[in-house]
T-cell receptor, first 116, second 111 residues
C-alpha cells in the first residue's frame, strides 16, 4: 500500500523568506500523481500544486514550486517570498494512476506559521 | 457553481445514535471520497467510489457505511455513533485524471 510521510509536524518562516516543506512517499508503481494541498483555518482544502510522475520537470505555480526526486521518492514544496496568508496546514498527497485505483492518500500534514 | 456541498456543517450526536452525512457535487465527477481528519493524523480515507454504483473501503472503514445512489451524491452513514468517531469529515470528488475538490467539512462530535 502506498504511504505518504511528512516528517515536519510544524515549520515557521519569516515573512518574505523562503521555506521548504518535506514529503516522502512509498510506492512500487511508476505512474502516479503527487499533490500539495493547503488548509487554512477556514478548513477548506485548496490545491496548491500537482506533479505528474512521468514529467521530469518540476512543477511551479507562482511562488510555489516543487523538488520532485522520483528515484528518492521525495516531493518537497518550496514557498518563496512567504506571505502571512500562506500560514496554514499543508498536506502532501499521492494518487495512483495504475490498476484502476482511485485512492488518494494523504500525509499527516505540516503546520506552517508565518511570522511578520 | 456550488462544487462539493456537504450537509450538515456541524452535528452533535449521543453515543449509539445514527446519522447520515450527505455529499453532493455538481461537477459531473466520476470519483467521490469520504475522509476523516483528526489532529496529528492528517486525512484518512474511509470509503471511496470510483463510479456510480461502486464503493470500496479505504484505510478506516469500520463503523461506517456508504451509498453512491447516483453520480452526484455519496452519503456516509454512522449506524451507532461512538466517541471515537468524533472528527471532521470531508467529502471530495474528482474527474478521472484530475485533482480532487473538497467540501467544507462536517464537524461531528459524539458525546
Amino acid at each position: 500500500a502506498q504511504t505518504v510521510t511528512q516528517s515536519q509536524p510544524e515549520m515557521s518562516v519569516q515573512e518574505a523568506e523562503t521555506v521548504t516543506l518535506s514529503c516522502t512517499y512509498d510506492t512500487s508503481e511508476s505512474d502516479y500523481y503527487l499533490f500539495w494541498y493547503k488548509q487554512p483555518p477556514s478548513r477548506q482544502m485548496i490545491l496548491v500544486i500537482r506533479q505528474e510522475a512521468y514529467k521530469q520537470q518540476n512543477a511551479t505555480e507562482n511562488r510555489f514550486s516543487v523538488n520532485f526526486q522520483k528515484a528518492a521518492k521525495s516531493f518537497s514544496l518550496k514557498i518563496s517570498d512567504s506571505q502571512l496568508g500562506d500560514a496554514a496546514m499543508y498536506f502532501c498527497a499521492y494518487r495512483s494512476e495504475q490498476g484502476g485505483s482511485e485512492k488518494l492518500v494523504f500525509g499527516k500534514g505540516t503546520k506552517l506559521t508565518v511570522n511578520p | 457553481n456550488a462544487g462539493v456541498t456537504q450537509t450538515p456543517k456541524f452535528q452533535v450526536l449521543k453515543t449509539g445514535q445514527s446519522m447520515t452525512l450527505q455529499c453532493a457535487q455538481d461537477m459531473n465527477h466520476n470519483s467521490m471520497y469520504w475522509y476523516r481528519q483528526d489532529p496529528g493524523m492528517g486525512l484518512r480515507l474511509i470509503y471511496y467510489s470510483a463510479s456510480e454504483g461502486t464503493t470500496d473501503k479505504g484505510e478506516v472503514p469500520n463503523g461506517y457505511n456508504v451509498s453512491r445512489l447516483n453520480k452526484r451524491e455519496f452519503s456516509l452513514r454512522l449506524e451507532s455513533a461512538a466517541p471515537s468517531q468524533t472528527s471532521v469529515y470531508f467529502c471530495a470528488s474528482r474527474l478521472w485524471g484530475a485533482e480532487a475538490f473538497f467540501g467544507q467539512g462536517t464537524r461531528l462530535t459524539v458525546v
